[in-house]
C-alpha cells in the first residue's frame, strides 16, 4: 500500500509559479510510474504529467508541455511538478497519483493509488 501525500498548490496570477510536491510512504517507489492528474470545474479529469520512478523518463500533456517539469527525488520518496508560466485555464484540483505497473500507459488508463488533492488557481 502506498500513502500519498500532496502540498504547494495555492493562487497565483497569470505568468506565475508554483511547485507541487506529492511524498510516498509505505514502500519504495522502484519499478512505479508518479504522476498528476487534474480536474477543473465541470470537466473531466486529464493527465499532466508521469515520471517512471526507475530511469526518471518523463511524460507530458501536449497543453503543460515546455511550461511543467516534473521530477524526482528518490532518497525522500517524492516528486515534484514545477508548474512555469501558469494560464488561467491551469485551474483546477490536482491530484497525485502512482502505479506499481511501472507503465505509463497502465498509468494513464488508471492509477492504483491517489493523493488527496490540492487546490490550484490561476488568475488573471
Known amino acids: 500500500q502506498v500513502q500519498l501525500v500532496e502540498s504547494g498548490g495555492g493562487l497565483v496570477q497569470a505568468g506565475g509559479s508554483l511547485r507541487l510536491s506529492c511524498a510516498a510512504s509505505?514502500?519504495?517507489?522502484?519499478?512505479?510510474?508518479m504522476g498528476w492528474f487534474r480536474q477543473a470545474p465541470g470537466k473531466e479529469r486529464e493527465f499532466v504529467a508521469a515520471?517512471?520512478?526507475?530511469?526518471?523518463?518523463?511524460f507530458y500533456a501536449d497543453s503543460v508541455k515546455g511550461r511543467f517539469t516534473i521530477s524526482r527525488h528518490s532518497a525522500n520518496n517524492t516528486a515534484y511538478l514545477q508548474m512555469n508560466s501558469l494560464k488561467p485555464e491551469d485551474t483546477a484540483v490536482y491530484y497525485c497519483?502512482?502505479?506499481?505497473?511501472?507503465?505509463?500507459?497502465?498509468?494513464?488508463?488508471?492509477?492504483?493509488?491517489w493523493g488527496q488533492g490540492t487546490h490550484v488557481t490561476v488568475s488573471s
Open positions: 497519483a502512482s502505479d506499481s505497473s511501472g507503465s505509463y500507459n497502465v498509468f494513464r488508463r488508471g492509477p492504483g493509488y
Open positions: 515520471i517512471v520512478w526507475s530511469g526518471g523518463i518523463p
Open positions: 509505505g514502500r519504495t517507489l522502484s519499478g512505479y510510474v
